[in-house]
């Protein structure tokens, strides 16, 4: 297993792929705690075994939302602090607006809430409104989102461009 510290030192441009799980993207470091083709096995919401601002992009795509409210505020205070000034991070993770809406009968009362949750194992889902607010308070600036090219997420299960919150952020150059 690599040292997440030595494969930034060989890299121009440090792109960082956390939460990979299977899904191995060509020019990341690929991260993931548990997932044995990962390039680098850590928890993401613990401190990162590497230096500040020594990482240019983050991408992670149905991660964020398996972490509890606490690990979510660590994450993007880790992710903060070692992205570069100028670094860009994108989040992709499902839409609960987009679930609920879809998905839920609430008629039923609480038993016709879909149940995101336990279904899938998810811990805290944001609508995009909520996710931009917890970012700006660790101190991104949010950008306009687009669905990035090596998105491999939402598959069958929600709608490919309505069913994510896709948010692209900026760590300002100060």
Avoid at 1 to 8: F, H, P, S, T
Avoid at 67 to 76: G, S
Avoid at 121 to 146: D, I, K, R, W
Wanted: with cysteine.
């Amino acid at each position: 297993m690599a040292n997440l510290r030595d494969l930034i030192q060989q890299q121009e441009q440090v792109r960082v792929h956390v939460g990979c799980g299977r899904v191995i993207l060509p020019g990341f470091i690929n991260v993931d705690l548990r997932n044995q083709h990962a390039h680098v096995r850590f928890d993401a919401a613990e401190p990162w075994p590497c230096d500040d601002a020594c990482v240019d992009f983050i991408f992670s795509e149905d991660f964020f939302e398996h972490l509890d409210q606490h690990a979510q505020v660590r994450f993007l205070a880790e992710t903060w602090r070692v992205l570069k000034p100028g670094g860009r991070q994108h989040i992709s993770t499902p839409d609960l607006a987009w679930i609920m809406e879809a998905r839920s009968t609430f008629q039923l009362g609480a038993r016709g809430v879909y149940d995101e949750w336990g279904k899938w194992g998810h811990e805290v889902v944001h609508t995009a409104q909520s996710l931009q607010l917890l970012c700006e308070m660790v101190g991104f600036s949010a950008l306009p989102s687009v669905r990035q090219d090596y998105a491999t997420r939402p598959g069958g299960d929600r709608d490919p461009l309505l069913g994510n919150v896709y948010l692209d952020l900026l760590k300002p150059e100060r």
